[in-house]
């Protein structure tokens, strides 16, 4: 997918190809959850160096331009926002705003800045940096790929400053998902990027052969050296905020080192031998490996459970032109119809998906909500079992039938045929695409897997529309249902199964525009998550998308690493990597 | 072993194996797309002979897979299912070739028991029989190609060293320009620009016929040099000086000194073909699944966990280096009796 189009959806494609990103973790519900309940951290000792090994160069600094997971990742350990997710409880803590108060209409934030705070370079954090970093993320002319969750409802947010230490955010409608629209955000320094944005020079800065004292932020680490294709060496902030309940001031660690280590299997060989502590990312079967040859217990690993990922067969349902794609489009009375959509999904393997491609590492879904978003997860989903059974009743009820072969027909007697697109770089989306096929040969259904290039791919499901069915990836940015927006309202520039929609084709596709439009603007959560389970209601219905299964996340650690709290929501491992120490050799997993 | 009895032995094993791998059909046990999605990984079957009472069986049979153990993620055999193998059953139904279908096999046991004698892959599909399918693609492969490549090597040589002049040196130069040629490269960029939508089989044929079209200079460049030398031989200067036309002269005198060249070429370019085709697959560019070809094969061994943890998964490279052998000892032979220098 262009950048220009991850930066308008938000959600984000992973595995597929790491160098599209979507914007970091936004909203959730701001309201308590049964799962907060998690022990305060660990007082630590100061001192040492984490290893941790990315697949790819940065290709920036800039937190303005930054768009793959990779310089994402980095510039995450640099920077610091105004208010942070907790990736373990999944609820807002403060940062660099120390409080906030919300007006009684919902839509103005106040919030009062820490003070005392001072950049990586020694000069002081004031509500200055603040509007300045706003103006910045809200340049149409930069195009930061943060503009896009500044937008709500086609107005963007204004900033105001109120004294030194306080600034006013006017969200333009209430907003639901709350404070946590500041999470990810990095909070940049006027006095060294002023100049630059004057003289339009801010996409020339901050690259990765940047000179470590241009770059000031307000994280706990800071720039040492880098040398390209190898690693990119950080140093801890000496000037970072927070201290830990003893007040030792944090980071613990003097040295936070990233190394290029281009394929899985090397990363697994690199943590394996001690010489990575943390390990992110890592494919279910060298999980299952590791933990298979894991018998000293030296390395800690984590199945955090699903994350906020959704693999789905995508039916094309978008209004064609009949005469550039008559073929397709004679195969859309069957993708049109719901009984045919059921017939599809009641002959899933998702069991088989998850067990044969990922060695039991991923779950099974009937809807777009993972179970790993237990905040917003529908209980009334309903979860059929496979039947090809109930499948061929389904379709023989609808007038389909089958011929000597045991090949299906439609209506009109014509072959039940399609393609399947699948990004070819991604060999469990082609492997999960070989069992769908068999699946569907099971119905009757002739289906060919074609393995496309990811851009080739995603120019046909978003621009052309020149494809019969798809198997692809979304992941949400966070576990609020805001995110998801571009999705299900009608209009949205992610409505992927019939795009560009002028009104609503079917009073179910209008139903969801208006529980969208209606969650979004509920500050509430009890009335929200009643809005969002009727969403998930009618997706899991209506299956404008087939729902196939959510993958684990799985990362790991050396058990030396103390303080390691693994959450589903982006980044996984390192975003508490201010309060992580190492311990002496021979401590014990948690 | 006397020479002859060698070469039998050799000619008896080139036609087994081939034709196992123009029907695999009726070789394999089973289709080459079955997936037992219970059973990914499972290791080869193990045929047995002694009964579990201690008693020998003239009929060898194989077990059935304990329950409890694969749920428990391993595998175990149940030593009360016994399930003799059987010549000639009924199984799945393959295609000979278009419009002529069978469904019987040389090997099997009855349902519900399992006969994998290779091990099954990570969606449970039969490794034997993937291999034999996955061999008649690769092969193929191998003889389109060279076919190609000998056609056109072998007429672009004859004009060439036949014409002489300024023929020869155009074509010549030509062919060094073909053999500077970085194939794989050029297959890249060819894979680029076809079409995205077409058939895979389609793809995998002009793929071929791209590597048969690069590979035609060499043979061509040999051909020339026999032809340089064959036509300044007394019998065809004795043709030519009795009036016979320049065809007639290439058709009966000089094609014939080059024939046997062009097999000694065949037996050689073959197995390199083949590696095309299995290099191009193994880096995703060949026939897509679920059809096997030994390049999409021996593709799963580029991950780590099957490279350490299931060793059957080898056998299409095993497969693959007695197939080189066999023609490497082909090429040989030929090469003895007919007294041709290959390079």
Known sequence: MSTRHSSRSRFRRVLTCPAIFLVAALLAAASSSAQDKQPPPEVGHPGGRITVALPTDPKTLNPILAVDTTSREVIGTMQADLVHINRQTQRTEPALASSWKVSPDGRKYTLGLRRDVKFSDGAPFTADDVVFTFQLYLDEALSSPQRDLLVIDNKPITVRKIDAYTVE?????????????????????????????????????????????????????????????????????????????????????????????????????????????????????????????????????????????????????????????????????????????????????????????????????????SPGNKLWLSANIQHPDRSIDQAKALLKSDGFSWDANGMLLDQQKHPVTFTVIVSSSNTQRTKIATIAQDDLKQLGIDVKVVPLEFRALVDRVMNTHDYDAVLMNLVNGDVDPTPEMGLWRSSGEMH??????????????????????????????????????????????????????????????????????????????????????????????? | MSDRAKRNTLLSLFIVL???????????????????????????????????????????????????????????VDRSQIYPLRFFTTGSPYTIITGITASTHLLGVDSPGRLFLFGTDDLGRDEFSRMLYGGRISILAGWIGTAIALFTGAIVGLISGYSGRWVDSVTMRLVELFMALPWLYLLFAVRAILPLRIE??????????????????????????????????????????????????????????VLALLLTMAAYLIPQFILAEVTLSFLGLGIGEPVPSWGTLLAELQKYTVLVNYWWMYAPGIALVALFLIYHWASSAIQQKVGVPLT
């Open chain 1, 496 to 590: 992927l199964w019939d795009m560009g929609e002028k009104t609503p084709a079917t009073p179910w596709e209008s139903e969801l525009d208006k529980l969208m439009e209606s969650q979004m603007t509920t500050t509430d959560y009890a009335s929200r998550k009643k809005l969002y389970d009727r969403v998930q209601e009618i997706v899991a219905q209506n299956l404008p998308l087939i729902f196939l299964l959510s993958p684990d996340i799985l990362v790991g650690a050396q058990s030396t690493v103390g303080n390691f709290q693994p959450g589903i929501l982006d980044p996984y491992a390192l975003w508490n990597v201010d309060e992580q120490f190492l311990r002496p050799a021979g401590a014990t997993c948690r």
């Open chain 2, 18 to 76: 081939h034709l196992v791998v123009i029907f695999p059909g009726f070789f394999s046990t089973q289709g080459y797309a079955e997936q037992a999605r219970d059973l990914p990984f499972s290791p080869p079957t193990r045929v047995h002979f002694i009964r579990p009472d201690g008693h020998l069986s003239l009929c060898p049979f194989v077990y059935g897979w304990n329950q409890a153990a694969l749920d428990a993620g391993g595998y175990d």
């Open chain 1, 169 to 369: 955010f006017d969200l333009t409608k209430p907003y639901g998902p709350g404070e946590r629209i500041f999470d990810s955000l990095a909070i940049l320094p006027k006095h060294s990027l002023e100049a630059a944005y004057r003289d339009h020079k801010l996409g020339e800065i901050w690259g990765v052969s940047a000179k470590p004292e241009e770059i000031a932020g307000l994280g706990p680490f800071r720039l040492k050296s880098y040398v390209a294709g190898q690693q990119l060496l950080l140093e801890r902030n000496p000037n970072y905020w927070r201290k830990d309940a003893n007040g030792t001031p944090l980071p613990y660690l003097n040295e936070l080192l990233f190394t290029v280590v281009a394929t899985g299997d090397a990363q697994v060989i690199r943590f394996k031998s001690g010489e990575t502590q943390i390990l992110e990312r890592v494919g279910a079967d060298l999980f299952n490996q590791l933990q298979k040859e894991n018998s000293s217990q030296a390395q800690c690993l984590y199945d955090v459970g699903p994350g906020l990922e959704f693999v789905f067969l995508l039916l094309n349902m978008n209004s064609l032109d009949a005469t550039k794609h008559a073929d397709i489009a004679a195969k859309q009375s069957w993708f049109r119809d719901l009984k045919f959509r059921e017939a599809v999904s009641l002959a899933m393997d998702r069991k088989g998906m998850v067990r044969l491609v990922y060695g039991g590492r991923a779950t099974p879904i009937w809807g777009n909500v």
């Open chain 2, 200 to 257: 895979t089989t389609d793809t995998f044929i002009l793929l071929i016929a791209v590597v048969g079209i690069i590979g035609w200079a060499r043979p061509a460049r040999l051909v020339r040099s026999m032809v340089l030398s064959a036509k300044e031989r007394n019998f065809v200067l004795a043709a030519r000086a009795m009036g016979a036309s320049n065809f007639h002269i290439l058709r009966k005198h000089i094609l014939p000194q």
